[in-house]
Structure formats: structure tokens, C-alpha cells
């Protein structure tokens, strides 16, 4: 993409050059990628597919279902289902 930029039609008289912004679209494409780059591994974002579970009527709800952490049936703040029965061992009885 660097040494030949451009784009010609093979049917009409028509070519395409890019030859003379080879350094600025190397630089965009630059950033782009950076961007890309940073945005993937960038901390504190949270992990859509991470589980809650009700407390009070042990409900499991997706992330993407419970956007303010709060259990749509009975009003409660939800918890992490990662440890949540060695966190309540008293409902993993049930």
C-alpha cells in the first residue's frame, strides 16, 4: 500500500491516484491502529460477559440485562456470581 497507492478501472479511462498522500494515509492508518490498539487493552473496562445473581431470589442476569446492578424482580443490589456461594453459605444449602 505504501509504493503503489491508487486505483484504476480496467474498463473505463479512469485512474485513481493516491500516490502523492502516501505519507499522510500512512500516518492515518498510523493512528488508527494505535487507537485500535489502545482502546483494546486499556484497564477498568468492564467484562460484558461477567454474571450477577440476586441475593433474595438468587435470579442469575447477564450484564448486559442489569444495567444498574439492581435485580429487576425484587429491587435489590446484585452480586458477583464469581464466590458468591463461599461469600453466602447458607443459600448454597438450598
Known amino acids: 500500500m505504501i509504493l503503489d497507492i491508487g486505483f484504476c478501472s480496467r474498463y473505463d479511462d ?3 491516484d493516491w500516490g ?4 499522510e ?6 493512528f ?3 487507537f485500535m ?9 468492564r467484562d460484558y460477559a461477567e454474571v450477577f445473581i440476586c ?3 438468587e435470579t442469575a442476569l447477564p450484564f ?21 456461594y463461599e ?6 444449602e438450598k
Open 87 to 92: 461469600r453466602h453459605p447458607e443459600l448454597k
Open 64 to 84: 448486559a440485562e442489569v444495567p444498574g446492578e439492581i435485580c429487576p424482580k425484587c429491587h435489590t443490589k446484585l452480586e458477583s456470581l464469581e464466590g458468591f
Open 25 to 30: 494515509m500512512g500516518l492515518l492508518l498510523l
Open 37 to 45: 490498539f489502545i482502546m483494546a487493552f486499556r484497564k477498568g473496562q
Open 55 to 57: 441475593p433474595q431470589c
Open 14 to 16: 479512469f485512474c485513481w
Open 20 to 23: 502523492e498522500y502516501h505519507f
Open 32 to 34: 488508527v491502529g494505535l
